[in-house]
């Protein structure tokens, strides 16, 4: 079975393709700067990336873990993804509040999406 790591850094790919499957690291947004409706929004630009580089797209998300450094936030993350999200295309979803490396990152979001066939 061939593995293919995607936008691979020190530590960690961006994301792993295997097994029929595209694994998502974590992403956090490129800007810690912004609110957490912005970060949302460049996390989600990231994904997009990502599942494309990987042959596929947000239609084939089978799963999202989004990881919030203050629960708080959680409406501003939704208004960033319920603009982004296909309502046809809905991915199983769990948000939870913990504490992020950097405390400038207010969102963290990691998925499994199904691979290209």
């Not at 990502?50 to 629960?71: F, H, M, Q």
């Not at 708080?72 to 309502?87: G, H, S, V, Y």
Request: proline share 3%; hydrophobic share 55%.
């Amino acid at each position: 079975m061939a593995i293919r790591r995607i936008a691979e850094e020190q530590r960690l790919s961006g994301a792993v393709v295997g097994g029929g499957l595209v694994w998502l690291a974590g992403q956090v947004a490129d800007d810690p700067s912004l609110d957490a409706e912005g970060q949302t929004a460049d996390i989600l630009a990231q994904i997009d990336a990502l599942l494309a580089e990987a042959g596929t797209d947000k239609r084939a998300l089978l799963s999202v873990t989004i990881v919030l450094a203050d629960i708080r936030d959680a409406p501003a993350m939704n208004r960033a993804w319920d603009a982004w999200l296909d309502a046809a295309a809905k991915p199983a979803r769990m948000t939870i509040e913990a504490a992020l490396v950097d405390p400038r990152w207010k969102v963290e979001i990691t998925g499994v999406a199904q691979a290209a066939s």
